[in-house]
């Protein structure tokens, strides 16, 4: 592997964790934020977390039972 593949997978790396924590910051911030949950569980998703998208995407249903978009049918 060149090094130059090397950095670009290791700065993907550091992007994704970055991304992933600044979910967690705006959930930490406002648990109540049905945006910021469930933008969390897409991500999280997204990114291979499957166990992750799940307990976010309960925490979103939990706030909001009736939500569409919560229950995947948006």
Do not use: C, F, W
């Not at 994704?16 to 648990?31: H, I, S, W």
């Not at 976010?56 to 229950?71: H, V, W």
């Amino acid at each position: 592997m060149s090094s130059r593949l090397r950095s670009s997978n290791t700065t993907t790396a550091h992007t994704t964790q970055a991304a992933a924590n600044a979910l967690r910051e705006a959930v930490k911030l406002d648990p109540t934020s049905l945006q910021a949950v469930g933008n969390l569980a897409i991500y999280l998703r997204d990114a291979g977390d499957l166990a992750g998208a799940v307990e976010a995407g309960e925490a979103g249903i939990r706030l909001a039972p009736d939500s569409a978009p919560m229950r995947g049918a948006a």
